[in-house]
């Protein structure tokens, strides 16, 4: 067999289909594509200079050319390049050849199954990878050139982590998008928009791996170096807090003997940890309080125990200042409820497994759907993005000019809940501030009762990020509570916008968030 | 003489640097607490309008109008969707639904759509890069002064100069926190409006109006 960019290309095809299955996986190939293409090129050229002289001997040569008949595209859309002569030998086309075809041309199959003859199909082949080569090595360069400009080896070493990060972050974004663009003219079939209501799920078709893949495989390197610099910085924020947790321990037991000013010098030694706690102000008389008098052990604090619940909640999603912001609340956290001075309600930790990214406008149905998993209901969100389409409750558009439209009605909230046999009540938006109190207190009943409840927010303000405007909605999964006076410190969200879990939203952020919506509010519970 | 200079300098960047410091919370605060504002709520989650308008429809500036010949004056406000492109990349289209409030009452509170426009898919809808304290402070600051020179535009009073900063402050804070894509759809809600503030001596730049 002729070693042909094509038959490399699906030779590291991941999963084998169709017309791939016939052409022997040489893995060794995956190794160096690049110098591969340029070696395909120059068999490419080879080859046509000796298609060329065939050609030209062919008269003399036609008596030794075995004919098999008219040639068939077999299409399927498992197998989409599927060539064979009438008496069943397969005929081998260069597969980027094919996708050429079905990306360009309008019902290509048929076009070539109509012509007539042999000679007038191969003449057919022969036209298009005319123009399919060209086409070829304009990509052959892109990638070269994309591919250097997005390595990470090209960020200097004294680059801070944050901005570390967001380089690699934007790398990885820019090498898909550009990898698309060059990739275009053998893309087929194209893309369908991220919705849940499509048939690919908005994910990419396996057909386009051929030429995708050295793109995806260095976005998928950037990725694991943006998630092993996320993880150092983990690592170092749970190194910190468990050796505060242990000192803490070493008060509760008695161990260590402090005395309240060398307390009072330690917290303040350990700037963003015990100055800004929730009630840093009163931590040394509290401190004593809780050296002397501690009896009880206390409720675990909601922060994350292991590096896959860490990767589970999402921390950098909204990048890496939020990301530590996150990581430093929690700190915060623990260290509050190892000290006595708040405890959790509700369950965020179990609830942040339900976590997903959403698809389209479809927040309001997500929500829902992490509620109903929550109570074990076996629910899928492509199923009931679905069904609340087909219901009417959720409506979606495509534009023409490319992009999709997606959302809730507000007066459809909480029907999925009820459709799925809980009991619902649903507080419409409100542009009366004296609601605000009411509503405050319904949630926290809510939490406190039912373990959660969803609400409506403008989604730039929680987000911190004023290019993110227009409603949204969020689970919220429980509340972090004052030992002293009982007020709510803030809340854990489960966000299907960011993918973020059991993240703490202080209350004040909160409430300006949520009143950005009007204080909507969805209570729910399971009917007896 | 240079040193004097220096230190008055240094005085005041030190004045600025402290209003700089009010965090965009504040600002939120004090945005919501302006008039037009709580009059923009009451129209988005009133029950004319908001079986109109899906959840993740973001909202536009208010943009003041009057109507001559019946003397009725208000409020327009545009409703437009965010599109998604990709997980990375939101967008937003042009505005679906159109609404109109007073802060009187002298006109009901209603909504209608403007679904016959042609489809026009917006890229930018906030100044790049701009900060989350920028833009709340922008945007308090713009409700706020767009509730001083409405009703001036409304009596057609002649401006003094106290009322002129108003209309060149306005149109400043505008530039910055309104959306650039939707700069001829504003224009359109109310050309009026625009013309008046160009005969006061300030232009919304832009893009040629659309419709």
Same mark, same amino acid.
């Given at each position: 067999?002729?070693?042909? %960019? ?46 060329? %002289? ?309 927040? %309001? ?164 | ?211």
């Amino acid at each position: 067999m002729l070693l042909t %960019a094509n038959n490399i290309i699906a030779a590291n095809f991941e999963s084998c289909q169709g017309v791939c299955c016939v052409v022997s996986q040489d893995r060794t190939l995956d190794k160096n594509r690049l110098s591969l293409y340029t070696k395909s090129m120059r068999s490419l050229t080879k080859r046509k200079f000796i298609a060329g %002289a065939l050609l030209s001997l062919l008269p003399y040569l036609a008596f030794a050319i075995p004919d098999h008949g008219k040639i068939l595209w077999k299409f399927s859309e498992k197998s989409p390049c599927v060539f064979s002569h009438k008496d069943g030998t397969p005929y081998d086309n260069d597969i980027l050849v094919c996708y050429y075809m079905l990306a360009n041309l309008k019902d290509p199959v048929a076009q070539f199954n109509r012509l007539p003859t042999e000679a007038s199909q191969k003449e057919f082949l022969r036209m298009i990878s005319s123009k399919s080569d060209p086409a070829f090595s304009r990509l052959v360069k892109k990638e070269r050139q994309i591919l250097s400009s997005n390595d990470f080896k090209n960020i200097p070493r004294d680059t801070p982590s944050g901005v570390r990060l967001h380089i690699l972050m934007m790398m990885g974004q820019r090498v898909l998008k550009d990898g698309k663009k060059a990739c275009k003219p053998f893309l087929w079939p194209k893309a369908e928009d991220d919705s849940y209501l499509y048939k690919t799920n908005g994910d990419w078709p396996k057909t386009w791996l051929p030429c995708m893949r050295p793109f995806y495989a260095r976005w998928r390197v950037l990725n694991q170096k943006a998630q092993e610099l996320q993880s150092k910085e983990v690592a170092r924020t749970q190194k910190k807090v468990q050796s505060l947790l242990s000192k803490i321990q070493g008060l509760k037991t008695g161990k260590v003997s402090i005395a309240e000013d060398s307390v009072h010098s330690w917290a303040l030694s350990n700037p963003g940890q015990a100055i800004e706690s929730p009630n840093g102000k009163e931590m040394p008389s509290l401190l004593r309080h809780f050296v002397l008098d501690q009896k009880s052990s206390l409720p675990p604090a909601p922060h994350p125990l292991s590096e896959s619940e860490y990767r589970q909640r999402g921390y950098f999603n909204r990048g890496y200042a939020e990301g530590m912001k996150r990581l430093k609340d929690d700190a915060l956290l623990s260290l509050s409820h190892s000290l006595g001075l708040s405890h959790t309600v509700g369950n965020p930790q179990e609830k942040a497994k339900n976590i997903i990214y959403q698809k389209g406008g479809t927040c %309001a149905v997500e929500a829902q759907y992490e509620v109903l998993k929550s109570y074990g209901q076996k629910v899928t969100p492509k199923g009931l993005a679905e069904e609340a389409f087909k219901k009417g409750y959720y409506a979606e558009v495509q534009l023409k000019s490319g992009g999709l439209i997606g959302g809730t009605f507000s007066d459809k909230d909480g029907k999925l809940l009820k459709d799925h046999g809980l009991n619902v009540q649903v507080f419409s938006p409100t542009e009366k501030p004296a609601a605000a109190s009411a509503l405050s207190a319904e949630l926290d009943k809510a939490v406190a009762k039912n373990g959660g409840a969803v609400v409506g927010v403008e989604a730039g303000r929680l987000w911190n990020d004023p290019n993110s405007s227009g409603g949204h909605q969020i689970f919220v999964t429980g509340e972090e509570v004052s030992n002293k006076d009982g007020q709510v410190l803030g809340y854990y969200i489960n966000d299907t916008g960011t993918g973020e879990a059991a993240r703490f939203v202080p209350k004040k952020d909160f409430d300006r968030a949520w009143r950005g919506m009007g204080y909507e509010l969805v209570v729910f519970n399971e009917k007896t | 003489m240079r040193k004097h200079n220096n230190s008055r300098f240094f005085f005041l960047a030190l004045i600025f640097s402290l209003g700089a410091c009010k965090n965009s919370g504040y600002w939120m605060d004090r945005l919501d607490k302006t008039q037009l504002s709580q009059a923009e709520n009451k129209l988005r989650f009133g029950s004319s309008c908001s079986h109109f308008i899906p959840e993740e429809f973001a909202r536009s500036i208010p943009i003041p109008f009057k109507i001559k010949k019946t003397g009725e004056t208000g409020f327009k406000v545009l409703f437009y969707p965010i599109a998604t492109e990709s997980k990375s990349l939101s967008m937003a289209a042009s505005p679906l639904v159109e609404g109109i409030f007073s802060l009187d009452g002298s006109i009901a509170d209603h909504c209608v759509s403007t679904t016959d426009q042609k489809e026009t898919v917006l890229r930018r809808f906030a100044s790049s890069g701009i900060s989350m304290v920028s833009y709340y402070r922008g945007k308090s600051l713009l409700y706020e002064d767009l509730e001083k020179i409405a009703p001036l535009y409304f009596s057609d009073a002649s401006l003094n100069d106290g009322n002129l900063k108003n209309v060149q402050a306005f149109v400043q804070e505008f530039k910055l926190v309104s959306e650039p894509d939707l700069w001829p759809n504003y224009y359109h809600l109310s050309p009026d409006f625009w013309n008046w503030i160009k005969q006061n001596g300030q232009s919304l730049p832009g893009p040629p109006p659309l419709r």
